[in-house]
């Protein structure tokens, strides 16, 4: 659902500053992917982890709806809502890990990093094409 949409819609939207080009967008979210199941994985192994961890899966769920609201749908706006949520889950889901495992909590700081800006991106994106 996104590589038709990427050469169809996506590639003839104005673009807010700073968007990377297209073929960055895999390499760090397979990074980041990796580093997300690195950081469960040395939670999961913890006692009581199971509270961490379901917040781990929901930001995970609403990171998937992502694309489909963003690039299936076109609907930007509802996007900028679905990545709101994500980021929030994410800085909970880095609360929570910090409680039982300081590095998972670091290890998924440049998701968050990297999820803000997203954000920026999107609502850039809504911005300039409402």
């Keep these: ?13 104005p673009q807010p500053p700073g968007t990377p080009p297209n073929w960055l967008f895999g390499p760090v979210w397979s990074a980041l992917y990796v580093a997300m199941a690195v950081a469960a994985w040395r939670v999961w192994q913890r ?42 889950l994410v800085v909970l889901t880095i609360r929570a890990f910090a409680r039982h495992d300081r590095w998972a909590a670091l290890i998924l700081m440049p998701y968050l990093a990297w999820g803000l800006f997203a954000t920026y991106l999107t609502a850039g994106f809504w911005w300039l094409n409402q």
């Design 1 to 13: 659902m996104t590589i038709p949409n990427i050469r169809s819609w996506y590639d003839v939207l």
């Design 47 to 88: 006692p009581s982890h199971a509270a961490a961890l379901r917040l781990w899966g929901w930001q995970l769920g609403v990171n998937a709806l992502w694309s489909p609201v963003f690039f299936a749908l076109h609907r930007p706006g509802l996007a900028v809502l679905v990545i709101l949520t994500m980021d929030a």
